[in-house]
């Protein structure tokens, strides 16, 4: 779709747009790749993530699994820059480390957040920042929502929208800005059990399309199976595993592959568990 003004005349036509028009002109740009040297977080003196040594690749999907408190959400927070390291770096394709303010990173949270005094059209546009008043971008917001099947509500409230539908305009806002990295923490853990299987769907077929770079932190095994390229886990603030999923796409539920991925996967969390004596028989 174009948003050339063809009824100005040929000379201002042919001037320079402005940076951010010529960005909703632009194809998608692809997933950037993410590299973690050395990251410490501590919060006083207990220390979240330990020394934390990793590398994306541009365009991966990757999950996040863990027991609650191991550093999972800490670890999306740092690479959103909603949180800054104790120590290390955080680097972003072949550039510098991160200062502050700037980074290619969108966060999805488990809740919407949505404005409940803005309709949803206006809603996805926040996702544009200073940008949002311009005419270009209300029709990159009606794009985003049309892609996710929600654009003749875009004058609507989010009060009227059901939880799924209300994740799907959190999506679109953060998917507005067309980001290089989406970072998504539990953002489906709200929903019933069938819907969270239509948004694990629709999340897919959009990072298809779209090839971001994807960071799922979850506490459902299955569900980072389903949808990653690899499974990372993390115990005390440590990754402890990282498994390539190497599987087609779309995977079936209940498949022999992803059953006994899962076992692998929930034997190494239930370990402690299990080897403590209320578990004797």
Not at 13 to 25: G, H, I, N, T, Y
Not at 31 to 39: A, D, H, N, P, Q
Not at 105 to 115: A, K
Not at 267 to 276: G, Q, V
Request: charge should be neutral; aromatic fraction near 4%.
């Amino acid at each position: 779709m174009s948003f050339a003004d063809t009824s100005a005349p040929a000379e201002a036509r042919a001037a320079p747009l402005p940076d951010f028009e010529a960005q909703f002109r632009a194809p998608p740009a692809s997933g950037v790749s993410l590299t973690l040297r050395g990251v410490v977080k501590a919060f006083g003196p207990r220390t979240i993530l330990r020394d934390i040594d990793l590398h994306i690749p541009g365009g991966q999907f990757v999950a996040i699994v863990g027991r609650s408190g191991c550093g999972k959400s800490t670890l999306l927070r740092l690479v959103g820059g909603l949180d800054q390291s104790t120590q290390g770096q955080i680097v972003f394709g072949e550039g510098e480390p991160r200062t502050a303010g700037e980074s290619p990173v969108r966060v999805m949270f488990q809740e919407p957040r949505l404005l409940p005094w803005a309709n949803i059209l206006a809603n996805v546009e926040i996702g544009l920042g200073a940008q949002r008043k311009t005419k270009l971008a209300r029709e990159r917001a009606r794009e985003t929502l049309h892609a996710i099947g929600l654009e003749e509500r875009g004058a609507e409230w989010p009060s009227v929208l059901s939880g799924g539908q209300k994740q799907r305009v959190a999506l679109a806002r953060a998917l507005v800005s067309r980001p290089r990295l989406l970072a998504f923490d539990e953002p489906l853990g709200a929903l019933d059990a069938l819907t969270r299987i239509e948004m694990q769907q629709f999340l897919e077929k959009i990072w298809l399309r779209d090839r971001f770079t994807a960071l799922l932190v979850t506490h459902d095994v299955m569900e980072a199976l389903t949808l990653a390229d690899r499974v990372l886990m993390i115990e005390n603030g440590s990754i402890t595993l990282d498994l390539a999923i190497d599987l087609p796409r779309p995977r079936r539920r209940g498949s022999v592959d992803l059953a006994l991925l899962e076992e692998r996967i929930l034997k190494r969390l239930l370990r402690d568990e299990t080897n403590s004596p209320e578990y004797a028989i």
